[in-house]
């Protein structure tokens, strides 16, 4: 029997903005092949959540693990980051896709993708240029490689964004309401690629407001609300049968 292996570890989070209290001693564990997804109502900390994981912001307190790899440990109530060294580490562990693409506007569609390993990883540029268009063909991208962002649709850009995360091979992906600014039709493309994924075992940790998919396709949700985690469990018993009634409400309300 294979040892289930932990790549994401969080314990004990908090994170204020002045006297907002966004994180109140949040703990998760992901393991390898795991899909979670933290589902909630806006301002429930989600995000910023993300955003601790993912170095765009600064723990107060807690600590943080990729693996082997220590971000942060807590002292005496506070997060102490590891060094330049260990953040750069830690930053080859993860990818994320945001939201609102970010891709680089003026970059065509394959420099967007081979960018990031030949500067950052060295990757030959030979190699970079054929994993890009494996990549292209896996999300319906084919013959859109010399396209730049304007060019795409919503839909095609977040495909996009989802291959250039994958080009530097993660152990993680991480998205942050993935589908929230394109229309129901483009949201079907970008769902069906990260179900693919899912069915591929990559692990990933989805910030969403699809309740379906997130049923259907994660092993496990996350429902925050208030900067702390109100329940948490398989993700068909949570979203089909909630057992707390602020749950009960969100989910009741979103249909």
Known sequence: MSETKTLVDLQHARKS?????????????????????????????????????????????????????????????CAVYGDKATLARARTHFGLVFQNFNLFPHYTVMKNLIDAPITVQKTPKEDAVKKAFELLKKMGLEGKENMVPCELSGGQQQRVAIARALMLDPDVLFFDEPTSALDPELTKGVLRVIR????????????????????????????????????????????????????RSFLYNEE
Do not use: W, Y
């Open 196 to 247: 693919s994924l899912a069915e591929e075992h990559m692990t990933m940790v989805i910030v969403t407001h699809e309740m379906k998919f997130a049923r259907d396709v994660a092993d496990h949700v996350i429902f925050m609300d208030g900067g702390v985690i109100v329940e948490q469990g398989l993700a068909k018993d949570v979203i089909d049968n909630p057992q707390h009634e602020r749950t």
């Open 17 to 77: 903005f002045g006297d907002n209290e966004v994180l109140k001693d949040i703990s998760i564990k992901v393991e390898k092949g795991e899909v979670l997804a933290i589902i909630g109502p806006s301002g429930g900390g989600k995000s910023t959540l993300l955003r601790c994981c993912t170095l765009l912001e600064t723990l107060d307190g807690g600590s943080l693990s990729f693996g082997d790899c220590v971000v942060s440990r807590d002292e005496d109530g």
